[in-house]
């Protein structure tokens, strides 16, 4: 219950008042318990104050000139931004009627003067009280609400994923079943060259299949708010060509080459596993969706404060209205791969979620039938080089 406990310190108090003598009382009662005090010589100025300020008590006296002190709260209980500072009317008019028409206006407390400084010092502390302890439970009301917001969205997202999952896991596995089906079998018509065949489509189903559990690992990971990172100093120069290698196979499967421009550039600090599989991604993505016989160009390069390294493609390009549902857990989109290549439509989510864990950025542009180039930028020095972890939802 610590946190249900307020310091004087922390309450803000306006004064309103156009008596110097009674706003020096009240300093002088007020100040030295700790409260940070505010003064008003009358209404208007009271009613600008309050808008700025957001006092947590207002003392408000009634006999004033300009707008007197009934109006100057009704005023500030019609604004939506101080209808809910709590006012103590502090006032010679002691009838009943006048303290009725207080409570009327909106005011939570009525104080005649003269009055003792034992008595204001009283009820302040007791509205003071109440009034945080019921911004301390909007607070928690707000805090509950967002997490409650938080645990909708990433419900909605588990079922899609799911759906995502149960889609696209239900093909491969039927395709492993089936040709390891027909290997039990052991129908003696079919020859070895077929049966190297299955043994080769089997092999590739595994291993989109492998691709697509690991994607579905990934986001899960995402999900709990958590990413690991392995952060150290290295190069991205050998980084990038150890994945342009790695991709040599598929590309010439294709008829695409690779053109590499790196420059040479100073060690930054980033998880190599994770940044390579950034690299993989764009590199693999840049074959899937180019047409056989064309180019790509993958790029590095530097400045004071950062690093960038590019992939460039010869594709379709990507319609504008799809670019900016590019890096969603679900974009779909509507390009599609040049090959009958399998895609989840994952992997540009995780990317960007790996760049930002780094402290970086990352930017698609692309014209329709003039290809696509996806730059990733990355700080020279990381802020925190002994971060272990870095929470990715904000």
Same mark, same amino acid.
């Given at each position: 219950?610590?946190?249900?406990?307020?310091?004087?310190?922390?309450?803000?108090?306006?004064? %309103?008042?156009?008596?110097?003598?009674?706003?020096?009382?009240?300093?002088?009662?007020?100040?030295?318990?700790?409260?940070?005090?505010? %003064?008003?010589? @009358?209404?208007?100025?009271?009613?600008?104050?309050?808008?700025?300020?957001?006092?947590?008590?207002?003392?408000?006296?009634?006999?004033? #000139?300009?707008?007197?002190?009934?109006?100057? $709260?009704?005023?500030?209980?019609?604004? /939506? *931004?101080?209808?809910?500072?709590? +006012?103590?009317?502090?006032?010679?008019?002691?009838?009943?009627? *006048?303290?009725?028409?207080?409570?009327?206006?909106?005011?939570?407390?009525?104080?005649?003067?003269?009055?003792?400084?034992?008595?204001? =010092?009283?009820?302040?502390?007791?509205?003071?009280?109440?009034?945080?302890?019921?911004?301390?439970?909007?607070?928690?009301?707000?805090?509950?609400?967002?997490?409650? @917001?938080?645990?909708?969205?990433? *419900?909605?997202?588990? !079922?899609?994923?799911?759906?995502?999952?149960?889609?696209?896991?239900?093909?491969?596995?039927?395709?492993?079943?089936?040709?390891?089906?027909?290997?039990?079998?052991?129908?003696?018509?079919?020859?070895?060259?077929?049966?190297?065949?299955?043994?080769?489509?089997?092999?590739?189903?595994?291993?989109?299949?492998?691709? =697509?559990?690991?994607?579905?690992?990934?986001?899960? %990971?995402?999900?709990?708010?958590?990413? !690991?990172?392995?952060?150290?100093?290295?190069?991205?120069?050998?980084?990038?060509?150890?994945?342009?290698?790695?991709?040599?196979?598929?590309?010439?499967?294709?008829?695409?080459?690779?053109?590499?421009? =790196?420059?040479? +550039? #100073?060690?930054?600090?980033?998880?190599?596993?994770?940044?390579?599989?950034?690299? &993989?991604?764009?590199?693999?993505?840049?074959?899937?969706?180019?047409?056989?016989?064309?180019?790509?160009?993958?790029?590095?390069?530097?400045?004071?404060?950062?690093?960038?390294?590019? %992939?460039? &493609?010869?594709?379709?390009?990507?319609?504008?209205?799809?670019? $900016?549902?590019?890096?969603?857990?679900?974009?779909?989109?509507? +390009?599609? #791969?040049? !090959?009958?290549?399998?895609?989840?439509?994952?992997?540009?989510?995780?990317?960007?979620?790996?760049? /930002?864990?780094?402290?970086?950025?990352?930017?698609?542009?692309?014209?329709?039938?003039?290809?696509?180039?996806?730059?990733?930028?990355?700080?020279?020095?990381?802020?925190? #080089?002994?971060?272990?972890?870095?929470?990715?939802? @904000?």
């Amino acid at each position: 219950m610590s946190d249900l406990k307020f310091e004087p310190s922390e309450i803000k108090i306006l004064i %309103v008042d156009d008596t110097l003598t009674n706003i020096e009382v009240l300093h002088k009662t007020l100040e030295p318990e700790g409260y940070a005090v505010s %003064v008003a010589t @009358h209404g208007e100025m009271a009613l600008e104050i309050a808008s700025h300020l957001n006092p947590d008590l207002i003392l408000l006296d009634i006999m004033m #000139p300009g707008i007197n002190g009934y109006e100057t $709260c009704e005023r500030l209980k019609k604004n /939506e *931004d101080t209808r809910d500072i709590p +006012v103590i009317f502090i006032s010679a008019k002691g009838e009943m009627e *006048d303290i009725v028409e207080g409570f009327r206006m909106g005011g939570v407390d009525y104080i005649t003067k003269p009055f003792r400084s034992e008595e204001v =010092l009283s009820r302040i502390k007791t509205h003071a009280q109440l009034n945080y302890l019921k911004k301390q439970q909007e607070k928690r009301i707000k805090e509950l609400e967002y997490q409650n @917001h938080k645990l909708r969205n990433l *419900d909605e997202i588990k !079922n899609r994923f799911l759906g995502t999952a149960m889609h696209d896991l239900r093909s491969p596995l039927s395709a492993i079943s089936g040709f390891s089906d027909l290997f039990l079998l052991g129908d003696e018509s079919y020859s070895e060259d077929q049966k190297i065949e299955w043994v080769k489509m089997i092999n590739q189903v595994s291993k989109d299949l492998l691709g =697509l559990v690991h994607n579905l690992l990934d986001i899960s %990971v995402f999900e709990s708010g958590q990413l !690991n990172l392995n952060l150290s100093s290295g190069n991205l120069s050998p980084l990038l060509l150890k994945q342009v290698k790695m991709n040599q196979a598929y590309s010439n499967q294709k008829n695409i080459s690779i053109i590499t421009s =790196l420059e040479e +550039v #100073p060690n930054s600090i980033f998880d190599s596993n994770r940044m390579g599989q950034v690299i &993989d991604n764009l590199i693999s993505n840049a074959i899937k969706f180019s047409q056989p016989g064309t180019s790509i160009q993958v790029g590095l390069t530097h400045n004071d404060e950062s690093l960038e390294f590019y %992939v460039k &493609d010869e594709g379709p390009g990507i319609p504008k209205e799809d670019q $900016c549902r590019l890096f969603t857990e679900f974009p779909g989109i509507n +390009v599609h #791969p040049t !090959n009958g290549e399998k895609s989840t439509g994952l992997g540009l989510f995780i990317v960007k979620k790996i760049v /930002e864990a780094h402290s970086g950025s990352i930017q698609v542009e692309s014209i329709e039938g003039q290809g696509t180039i996806f730059h990733v930028q990355l700080p020279l020095i990381v802020a925190r #080089p002994d971060l272990k972890s870095v929470n990715i939802f @904000h």
